[in-house]
């Protein structure tokens, strides 16, 4: 089964930027859609933003304009820019992917923005 390894999160102060990885364990022939969540702490997780096999994005509200997801489609890696942090985008972020044959998450990648 493939997996999914994140990196890039940590502690930024408000307004800053990270950008966050996430690299598939092995090859995926075909990806329906690979998004990015995220769960506060005492919160459900919620869509941050997704990515088609086709290239169609779709961003939650509160990330509309600062953050961007992208993929590199040689590798199946898949990118969060995230710019103009604010304190509530802190949560943990996880990767997922739906694709031929798999279905999977990350384990997760902590950001904190706080000052």
């Known amino acids: 089964q493939v997996q999914l390894v994140e990196s890039g999160g940590g502690e930024v102060q408000p307004g800053g930027s990270l950008r966050l990885s996430c690299a598939p364990s092995g090859t995926i022939f075909t990806v329906y859609v690979m998004a990015w969540y995220r769960q506060a702490p005492g919160k459900q997780r919620e869509l941050v933003a997704a990515l088609t096999g086709g290239g169609a994005r779709n961003y939650e509200r509160a990330a509309k304009g600062r953050f961007t997801i992208s993929r590199d489609n040689a590798t199946n890696t898949m990118f969060l820019q995230m710019s103009s942090l604010k304190p509530e985008d802190t949560a943990v972020y996880y990767c997922?992917?739906?694709?031929?044959?798999?279905?999977?998450w990350g384990q997760g990648i902590q950001v904190t923005v706080s000052s």
């Open positions: 997922f992917c739906s694709g031929e044959g798999v279905l999977t």
